[in-house]
């Protein structure tokens, strides 16, 4: 039986309707783009997108960036009267979208309930209150748990988004922040390491040397703990690391901190070399025969074949 193919179209808002300034944030650097797509450039997205993924795939639209709840009802249905009828039709199977707690009303919930949106996705970043002060999120943890309670309570998929690095945060504080996410219900997150980004007070911190971020090796050490707790507890991991656009591939925009434009190869790979050390029995010389699931074979190997080098005497045989 063939696994279903998962595709998502993503359509960027960037920092429409967000009421305050992250120190850390420039979403037109991160998105890659400089302007906000109307309702028509959005159309033309999907439609753009419907002609290259194949029949029979499971498709999501997802509004991305900005605070998608934060625009007016009229506003938001000008993108989602865009987005439904796709659904209505099953060209597509559902909607998602991004937003902030603190944006998150019963009266929301009811209209994009209306619209086809089947998950929401909460910006919360940090769990502790101290770390959002320090970056101006402008909303405390509680806001984080009775909107994701809220969303719940209405029928919503929830997802979670964190960041690691942040200014005040350390492995310890963020795997409490993971287990939160858990505890508040969501079934999906995603995992940014914090990047210093041109044009942003965090730029300035770390400029003028109050920040500093975490080294690469230290966020794939992180992410690899934050992956593995969240596989134990049945959440998905959607993402980790920013998408790499233009401006932080160029160095345009980016100014420190662990990008790297495999970064989720870098943690799975990492992941894949405990383990293998483990049924090694900690012998890295050791010969073993390492069956693989299918679709995991290239991070057992390793990004830029490092697992296969620091074990020379292991074959790896991928099984379904």
């Known amino acids: 039986m063939m696994a279903v193919l998962h595709r998502v179209i993503p359509i960027f808002i960037p920092q429409k309707a967000c009421p305050y300034r992250c120190t850390y944030c420039n979403q037109f650097a991160i998105a890659g783009q400089s302007r906000i797509p109307t309702p028509e450039d959005a159309n033309r997205t999907i439609q753009e997108h419907l002609e290259t993924i194949p029949s029979g795939a499971n498709i999501r639209i997802a509004f991305f960036g900005g605070s998608f709840t934060g625009m007016s009802i009229e506003e938001q249905n000008s993108y989602l009267d865009i987005a439904y009828p796709y659904v209505q039709k099953n060209v597509v199977q559902s909607i998602q979208l991004s937003t902030r707690p603190d944006y998150i009303t019963p009266e929301i919930l009811e209209n994009l309930k209306q619209h086809g949106v089947s998950l929401i996705e909460l910006g919360a970043q940090s769990l502790h209150d101290n770390i959002l002060q320090n970056v101006n999120r402008g909303h405390t943890v509680r806001q984080v ?3 994701s309670s809220m969303i719940r309570a209405h029928g919503f998929d929830l997802g979670l988004q964190m960041m690691i690095g942040l200014p005040g945060d350390s492995k310890e504080l963020a795997l409490r922040t993971a287990q939160q996410i858990a505890g508040f219900g969501a079934v999906c997150t995603r995992i940014y390491p914090t990047l210093v980004v ?3 007070p965090l730029a300035h911190d770390y400029l003028a040397g109050n920040y500093q971020p975490l080294t690469l090796e230290e966020a794939v050490d992180w ?11 049945n959440i998905t991991v959607l993402r980790m690391g920013l998408h790499p656009s233009e401006g932080l591939l160029s160095g345009d925009d980016y ?3 662990p990008f790297h434009v495999s970064f989720k190869e870098l943690v799975m790979t990492a992941i894949w070399h405990d383990r293998i050390l483990s049924q090694l029995h900690g012998d890295p010389n050791a010969e073993a025969l390492i069956n693989v699931p299918d679709g995991q074979i290239n991070y057992a190997v390793g990004y830029g074949s490092a697992n296969r080098k620091a074990f020379p ?4 045989v991928s099984c379904r």
């Open 145 to 147: 748990q009775e909107a």
């Open 198 to 200: 041109q044009h942003t």
């Open 223 to 233: 992410c690899k703990d934050l992956w593995l707790f969240f596989q134990e507890k």
């Open 255 to 257: 100014l420190a901190g």
């Open 313 to 316: 005497n292991v074959k790896f």
